[in-house]
C-alpha cells in the first residue's frame, strides 16, 4: 500500500509526539515539575513485582522480601509519612540455642535438596554467632552467619514463606526464638534534623556530665555521626531512605542491595529499581515534609511546661538543636531500662554485609536509645521502639536507667499536675 504524503506527515508528527513504551517506563512514577512532586508520586507509589517506576526493563520491582508495598503504607499517622501504626511494627529474629541436634528438621516451602551453604564464622575469621552450628543456620536463617539477630521480613513472594514464618515461631523447638520488634517513626519535620550541624550535638553531649547523665553521640562505622533511626544508626536523611527502599520495600538502589530471601542461596538483582534521580526525589519529599504544627492553646496556671523541666525530662528532651526549635530531644544515645534492651545489630539477609570491626565502633549497645523528638508525640502513638505504650502516660512509666528519677518524679504528681503536663505535650 501506498501512502499519500498526507498520511506519512501524520505518522512522523504521532512518532514525535506519542514517546516510545520503553521511555513512557523509564517516567513512571516521575512525573511532576519537581523533585518534591517526582517524590510524593514515589513515596505513594503501590510496588508490585515487575511494576515501574524503574530505571530498566530487567528490574524487578517489589521485592522479594518486604515489609510493606508503599512507603506511605506504613509512614501515614497524622498524614503522609507520619508515623505507624504497632501492626506494621518490624520484626528482629534472635535465636539462643538450647540442643544441637537439629538435623531431621526440615523448613516448610523447602526441599532437603535445597539446603543453604553457610559459615557461622564471618569471612575474617571472627565468630560472630558461636552458639550455632552451620546446618542449624541453614535451617533456620542463613543470615545468622553473619549476625546474632537478623530482620525477619512480613511478606515475601513465595506463599511457603508464611509458612516458614510460623515454624520458626512454634515452641517446640530445641532452641529458643526471641523476636524483638519496630515501630515505624515519624518523618515529620525531618529535613531540618538533617542540617542540623554536628557541631550542636557534640555540644550537647559534653553537656551531658554537667546534667549527671551519660548521653553519647552514636557513630557509624565510618565515624561519621547517627541521626537517624532508634538507634541514630544512620547519618544523613538520604542514607536512611535508601535503606528503608532496600529492606522494606526490597527495591535493589545503587548502593544497596533488596533483601533476599533467608531460606535459599543469596541471588543478586539483575537490575536496579530506583536510580539516585529517583531516590534523590523521595528524598526532596520527605525533607519538605513539614514539622508537625503546634497547637495554639497553652497551659494556664501552673504550666506543663514548667512541670516538664521540674521533673527532669529536659535533660534529655533538650527544646531546640540550633536552629531547629522546639524539637525536644538531643538525638543522643542513652541507657533504658533492661526491659527495653534489644539486639545491639541486626543484619538483613542479601542487602547489608557484616560490618568491620562492629564491636569497636560506637554504635548503640543493646540498652541504649536515641531520645526521639516530641515534636507531634500527640498523634504519634504508640510510643516507645517497639509500640508496647498505647499512651503517653504509659511512655513515661516505661522509662527507666538515666531516665528513671524523671520517671518517678511524674508518678508523684497530683492528677491535675500530670493533666497540665500532658496537655503541654500533646501541644508540641
Known amino acids: 500500500m501506498i501512502l499519500s504524503q498526507r498520511s506519512l506527515v501524520l505518522i512522523g508528527i504521532l512518532t514525535f509526539v506519542l514517546p516510545s513504551a520503553h521511555a513512557q517506563h523509564q517516567r513512571l512514577g516521575m512525573e511532576g515539575s ?12 503501590v510496588w508490585e513485582p515487575t511494576t515501574l517506576p524503574r530505571t530498566e526493563g530487567k528490574s524487578d520491582g517489589l521485592g522479594p522480601m518486604f515489609n510493606a508495598r508503599s512507603c506511605a503504607e506504613c509512614h501515614h499517622q497524622g498524614g503522609t509519612g507520619g508515623a505507624g501504626s504497632k501492626i506494621h511494627n518490624i520484626e528482629i529474629l534472635t535465636v539462643r ?3 544441637l541436634d537439629l538435623k531431621n528438621t526440615t523448613i516448610p516451602g523447602e526441599s532437603n535438596s535445597k539446603k543453604i551453604t553457610t559459615s557461622n564464622q564471618a569471612k575474617n575469621g571472627s565468630p560472630l554467632n558461636q552458639s550455632l552450628d552451620p ?11 553473619n549476625s546474632a539477630s537478623v530482620l525477619l521480613h512480613k511478606g515475601s513472594l513465595n506463599s511457603g514463606y508464611y509458612d516458614y514464618q510460623k515454624f520458626l515461631k512454634e515452641s517446640n523447638h530445641d532452641f529458643s526464638i526471641e523476636i524483638a520488634e519496630r515501630n515505624t517513626p515519624s518523618l515529620f519535620g525531618l529535613g531540618l534534623v538533617d542540617k542540623i550541624e554536628d557541631s550542636i550535638l557534640i555540644e550537647q553531649e559534653k553537656r551531658q556530665q554537667t546534667l549527671g547523665l551519660s548521653g553519647r553521640l552514636a557513630r557509624t ?3 561519621r555521626i547517627g541521626k537517624f533511626g532508634w538507634k ?3 547519618a544523613t536523611l538520604r542514607e536512611f531512605i535508601e535503606e528503608a527502599a532496600a529492606v522494606e520495600l526490597g527495591l535493589e538502589t545503587p548502593k544497596m542491595h533488596q533483601a533476599s530471601d533467608p531460606r535459599r542461596a543469596l541471588q543478586n538483582a539483575t537490575a536496579t529499581d530506583l536510580s539516585n534521580e529517583q531516590i534523590d526525589s523521595i528524598t526532596a519529599f520527605v525533607s519538605n515534609l513539614p514539622r508537625p504544627p503546634q497547637a495554639d492553646a497553652r497551659n494556664t496556671g501552673l504550666n506543663g511546661g514548667q512541670i516538664f523541666y521540674a521533673i527532669g525530662c529536659g535533660g534529655c528532651h533538650v527544646a531546640n538543636l540550633g536552629h531547629v526549635k522546639e524539637i525536644y530531644t538531643d538525638l543522643l544515645l542513652h541507657k533504658m531500662k533492661h526491659d527495653l534492651h534489644d539486639p ?7 542487602h547489608s554485609k557484616p560490618l568491620e570491626n562492629a564491636k569497636n565502633h560506637a554504635g548503640a549497645l543493646p540498652g541504649e536509645w536515641r531520645t526521639p523528638a516530641l515534636w507531634g508525640v500527640g498523634i504519634t502513638a504508640p510510643y516507645m ?4 505504650a498505647l499512651s503517653l502516660e504509659e511512655a513515661i512509666d516505661e522509662h527507666g536507667g ?3 528519677k524523671s520517671a518517678r518524679n511524674f508518678q508523684t504528681l497530683e492528677v491535675d499536675q500530670k493533666m497540665q503536663l500532658m496537655q503541654f505535650l500533646k501541644s508540641l
Request: aromatic share 8%.
Open 34 to 45: 519537581n523533585p518534591v512532586q517526582r517524590g510524593q508520586t514515589l513515596f505513594d507509589w
Open 97 to 99: 540455642l538450647k540442643a
Open 135 to 145: 546446618e542449624t543456620i541453614a535451617k533456620l536463617h542463613a543470615g545468622l552467619s
Open 221 to 223: 562505622p565510618d565515624n
Open 232 to 234: 541514630a544508626q544512620k
Open 344 to 350: 545491639e545489630n541486626y543484619q538483613i539477609f542479601g
Open 385 to 388: 521502639h517497639d509500640g508496647r
Open 402 to 404: 538515666e531516665a528513671e
